[in-house]
DNA sequence: TGAAACTATGCAAACGTTTGCAGAGCCGGT
DNA sequence: ACCGGCTCTGCAAACGTTTGCATAGTTTCA
């Protein structure tokens, strides 16, 4: 039922080998036979089997992408990007979802390994050992984590917080307070680096959590937070901002009058909450693309091409309505 | 440097068959030599390499899942289901965006229709006569749209607005606006027909639109809505609903109070919109994992087993704080 | 004791490609 | 007239599996 290349080729009065070379290495045959090779493939509606392909060239023409959470917004949005650039290099993309799952992760990496030429790590949360075990089964590149020497994109939060800083500092804010995020995340890490960068001898930082980076944790964090006095908060990510600004409204602090409320991620309901959120926009779609281009270039040249095996993402503060001056005490 | 089927075999003296059967037919080969067999596979490393395999039984052991949109929440969450649901069958899923475009989604089709055994089209945007070129290349399961005979998981939404429909007039109100999605969604149309059905001699429905869905349009609807004098809003999803929420709150419209509001989906953000919001929940994950439930069956059983070519999933209505009785007149 | 029926294994062909090698035809230079 | 080189094409081997058929060994039963 499928046609195949044997098809094309007996219908089109010539070899395999031409068909093949007709698509794979045009300037090998004769235009003019090209041309009708072409058409007659065109006419039957065939398509090559990459899996045959794949076979001899030991090249799959896939790779795949293990994000931590589908249900994430973060995800989706760099997903998006993967999937658009991927296939502008004619490449298709797997896609798992480990749950949060280190070990689920390993066992994805694993099993994708023999079936894709490369694999994307989003924000992996595999330990440094498990780490280890699956560097070196296929060609990794990572998204917002960074492991030894392996290519990378990463969106380093550190420009951002010293805009969300300078931010608050230029209202008023004097005692403010960072929400952490899971301990063990890279993106947390670097976030209370860019922190401690960002540090000015005019305003307090109160450190709170860990946290789950989720909206459900928000209320527990808010409550911490109005027992500090503080008067503005940046929270590790948007969710856990809005779960924030949320128990905030049922106790009655009233957002952004009593209290500022800056998140990370400019996820798509942060611009759709009310108020809307002042967060630190992460080019995520680009970072998706970027990913890609890191992984095919890794994979066509081949030698140790030491050069752009990173790529740094820079962040932007968006303003909106969840900060402003604070209220006199 | 890829560990193969004859390195297993050589290692532990047998035939590659051996090996092989060991792995598909475990009852074929003697208890002894298969787990002797198995053991050597797992020090080497052996992972069989599925595009051989494939090339010769003819099935991939993959699918591909193809959504309009992921940045559109609704998708990220059926595609949950569809990703958990294979990996327990076994299967690794392609996915792809076709960004809206219905001419891309069929070429996505078609690409993948080579290296995948089946693919799950969610809420298609297809046109009938490009279906009808696609119908047939592969083995299709659709999620929220019925086409013909094809096998299909729906999510009919009659239920869920019937229950709206009555919740709304339970509080009082006795005027309600319905904000219709694309005209021609699937989706759109099953609701406006259980909104017909679920019609009540006391309410007066207002239909308005058509909207995109999403938060982008809502502003405008909402200024539709307030010119016309209703008390209760029924939007074609949340997305649209929380645009509509947010312009309203601009025009100082108070919701509930003023103006009652109910959407669709449940995507994450409804619940942690302020106020949450009142909306019909789908069963996404459960729909993905009913897709694939489908794909399956009707890969491994041959026949036409007319069976349960059809999954319907019922929806339920979640009520919050976007909704209460219709401020006095 | 011998045939029949199993059981466990190996051999080799097949799946749909790509690609090294070689041959055929042609052109230009001597 | 011959040779070297170039251009185009075909043959056949290879990629890593699965599987029909054959074979060798073992058991069962009359």
Not at 60 to 79: E, H
Request: net charge neutral; with cysteine.
């Amino acid at each position: 039922m499928p046609v195949t290349i044997q098809d094309v080729a007996r219908e089109a009065g010539v070899s395999v080998s031409t068909v093949s070379r007709a698509f794979t290495v045009p300037d090998l045959v004769k235009e003019e036979t090209r041309q009708h090779v072409l058409q007659t493939a065109e006419r039957l509606g065939y398509r090559p089997n990459r899996a045959a392909r794949g076979l001899i060239t030991g090249k799959t023409g896939n790779f795949g992408v293990i994000v931590p959470d589908l249900s994430n917004p973060f995800f989706p949005t760099v997903l998006k990007g993967v999937q658009a650039r991927a296939r502008e290099a004619d490449y298709a993309v797997f896609l798992a979802d480990c749950d949060e799952n280190p070990a689920e992760e390993m066992a994805l990496v694993q099993a994708m390994a023999k079936q894709v030429d490369g694999v994307i790590l989003c924000s992996s949360r595999m330990t440094p050992s498990q780490l280890d075990r699956v560097v070196g089964t296929t060609s990794l590149v990572f998204i917002n984590r960074q492991v030894r020497d392996s290519p990378a994109v990463l969106m380093g939060p550190a420009g951002g917080m010293r805009q969300a800083i300078d931010h608050l500092a230029a209202l008023g804010h004097r005692r403010v307070a960072y929400l952490n995020g899971p301990k063990t995340s890279w993106s947390n890490r670097e976030r209370r680096r860019g922190l401690r960068q960002a540090a000015r001898h005019d305003m307090e930082i109160v450190e709170l959590g860990p946290f789950a980076p989720r909206f459900e944790a928000g209320p527990h964090a808010a409550d911490l937070v109005i027992a500090e006095g503080v008067t503005a908060i940046i929270a590790f990510n948007d969710l856990l901002a809005l779960g924030v600004m949320s128990r905030l409204a049922d106790r009655g602090v009233a957002v952004p009058e009593e209290m500022s409320v800056v998140g990370f991620d400019d996820i798509p309901m942060a611009g759709m909450a009310t108020p809307p959120l002042t967060t630190v926009a992460m080019q995520n779609e680009r970072a998706g693309r970027a990913a890609v281009d890191l992984l095919v270039n890794l994979l066509t040249v081949s030698g140790a091409d030491a050069g752009d095996l990173r790529r740094d993402l820079e962040c932007q503060l968006i303003v909106r309505a969840s900060t402003t001056v604070p209220a006199r005490s």
